[in-house]
């Protein structure tokens, strides 16, 4: 295979992962909890961007049970985010899975 050929495709695969990281950090998911009652917002870059908490959810007797529906809420975002984020990059790596790669 042509050396500069296959280093062209290489340079025009990192132009597009950039711009692709780029639109990571617009693109949002939602995780949530307790049917809704806690709501976490994460950006492609697995970035926490916004926590909403159902007042009703605030019970100051059982802090606990806030603290999980937060855990788990955070934990959904950011499993969802890796996930966008991982199928936008296969977009254009063709699914090679590249190693020190946010979604990877």
């Given at each position: 295979?042509?050396?500069?050929?296959?280093?062209?495709?290489?340079?025009?695969?990192q132009a597009e992962m950039m711009k692709v990281?780029?639109?990571?950090?617009?693109?949002?998911?939602?995780?949530?909890?307790?049917?809704?009652?806690?709501?976490?917002?994460?950006?492609?870059?697995?970035?926490?961007?916004?926590?909403?908490?159902?007042?009703?959810?605030?019970?100051?007797?059982?802090?606990?049970?806030?603290?999980?529906?937060?855990?788990?809420?955070?934990?959904?975002?950011?499993?969802k985010a890796q996930e966008m984020a991982s199928?936008?990059?296969?977009?254009?790596?063709?699914?090679?899975?590249?190693?020190?790669?946010?979604?990877?």
């Amino acid at each position: 295979m042509n050396v500069q050929k296959m280093m062209k495709q290489v340079q025009k695969m990192q132009a597009e992962m950039m711009k692709v990281q780029e639109a990571l950090a617009e693109k949002t998911v939602e995780g949530s909890a307790g049917g809704g009652a806690v709501a976490v917002t994460a950006n492609g870059h697995l970035e926490i961007v916004a926590v909403k908490i159902d007042p009703a959810a605030v019970d100051p007797s059982d802090v606990e049970m806030l603290e999980d529906l937060v855990l788990t809420a955070v934990n959904d975002a950011l499993k969802k985010a890796q996930e966008m984020a991982s199928q936008a990059m296969a977009q254009v790596t063709g699914g090679l899975g590249l190693p020190g790669l946010p979604g990877f």
